[in-house]
């Protein structure tokens, strides 16, 4: 499964440089769980197309949709 990279980013801001980022990433998932980040949020800010979506929602680093879940 793919991270999201928008709750990754805002994990690491949270936590700080002393912090345990997977623990508030943790926190994140669990806090926006009713109401999810977009898929082009989710992929990333370097998600390309899906060709399938036509829309900028494949993952930046492991290359899958993150609307429809079409692999690479």
């Known amino acids: 499964m793919a991270s999201c990279e928008k709750c990754w980013r805002d994990a690491a801001m949270r936590a ?3 912090g345990n980022q997977v623990a508030e990433y943790e926190a994140l998932l ?5 109401k999810p980040c977009a ?3 989710q992929a990333g800010p370097g998600a390309t197309l899906c060709e399938d979506c036509q829309r900028k929602t494949r ?3 492991v290359k899958v949709c993150m609307k429809c879940g079409r692999p690479a």
């Open 39 to 41: 898929p082009e949020e």
């Open 30 to 34: 669990r806090e926006r769980s009713e």
């Open 16 to 18: 700080g440089p002393f």
């Open 59 to 61: 993952h930046q680093f």
